[in-house]
């Protein structure tokens, strides 16, 4: 039964790396973006790009049921690189002060031409560096640190913001402070969400944002759901936030719609 159980296990695995292969030769991703504002005001600063897999099949798949087997099979590189070129051509539509944050897996930084790649699709897009925004978490500074390092260094140059994602959940989240002079560090979601329960999350917020103050990097708190934390981020000095409150993942569409229709002063009027 066991080794049944493990066939089954296997085979399904081995399916969903053999859809995944052809989702992008039948055009099945597509980008979801997700506003983030300044927490002091409510100006939106910029989307962060979210990949969608609509397969006919299988529905919705969401990235954590498919990002991690695409990293295993190989098939973020291609992922990737499409998650690139389209978001970078999205957001060169977009009006100036729009910026777009992409998340890229350390998987893309083994493959030896992460940096031509990126290049690539800004030159193609005429998305101007300073639009673009990377995120990686620090796994990409835990594996063949040296070698990433350095392709984080000819990236900064390119003149990309460099994002530290879901800052304070790993194992030495400090010292990756150190190692590389990010742009900008992401509060992750768990101390946000807990934030008006618990006061060791509060304190934990104020400490991160202080230190990323006195390290001249801006800060996001991710998953804002209530009006409660945005007005205790704005007290610890978050400089943008990012969550349910302020807008849900939503197509390039709906995003342009929301943007024309005003978002920012429907906002301001809540607060
Ligand atoms: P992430 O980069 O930390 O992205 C934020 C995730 O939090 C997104 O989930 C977003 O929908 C969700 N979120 C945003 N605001 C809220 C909120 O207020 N409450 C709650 N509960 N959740 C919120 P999503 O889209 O399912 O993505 C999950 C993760 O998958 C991402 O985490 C990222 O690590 C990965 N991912 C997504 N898109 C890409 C991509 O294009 N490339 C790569 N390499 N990874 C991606
Ligand atoms: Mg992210
Ligand atoms: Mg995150």
Redesign the pocket.
């Known amino acids: 039964m066991f080794e049944d159980a493990l066939e089954r296990q296997a085979n399904a695995r081995l399916a969903l790396a053999m859809d995944l292969r052809n989702a992008i030769v039948e055009q099945e991703f597509a980008l979801h973006y997700?506003p983030v504002f300044t927490s002091a005001g409510t100006r939106m600063a910029g989307v962060?790009?979210?990949?969608r897999w609509r397969n006919p099949q299988r529905g919705l798949v969401?990235?954590?049921d498919f990002?991690p087997l695409a990293e295993e099979t190989g098939a973020?590189v291609p992922l990737?690189q499409w998650?690139l070129r389209q978001a970078c051509r999205d957001a060169a539509a977009w009006p100036l002060h729009i910026k777009v944050a992409?998340?890229?897996?350390p998987v893309q930084f083994r493959t030896g031409n992460l940096v031509e790649c990126i290049e690539a699709a800004l030159n193609s897009s005429g998305l101007p560096a300073n639009r673009l925004e990377l995120?990686i978490t620090e796994t990409v500074l835990l594996k063949n640190n040296a070698h990433n390092l350095q392709l984080l260094h000819q990236l900064r140059e390119l003149g990309v913001a460099i994002v530290l994602?879901?800052f304070g959940t790993g194992y030495s989240s400090m010292s990756y402070l150190l190692s590389f002079p990010f742009d900008k560090i992401k509060i992750d979601?768990k101390f946000v969400s807990e934030l008006t329960q618990r006061t060791d999350c509060a304190a934990i917020v104020n400490a991160i944002c202080g230190l990323a103050r006195s390290l001249n990097m801006a800060t996001t708190a991710?998953?804002?759901?209530t009006h409660e934390q945005l007005v205790l981020l704005r007290a610890a000095g978050c400089t943008f936030a990012?969550?349910?409150?302020l807008g849900r993942?939503c197509t390039k569409s709906q995003l342009l719609i929301e943007a024309a229709d005003g978002a920012a002063i429907r906002l301001g009027n809540r607060m």
């Open positions: 997700q962060e790009a979210l990949v969401g990235p954590q990002i973020i990737g998650i992409v998340n890229l897996s995120e994602d879901d979601r991710e998953g804002v759901e990012q969550g349910y409150l993942p």
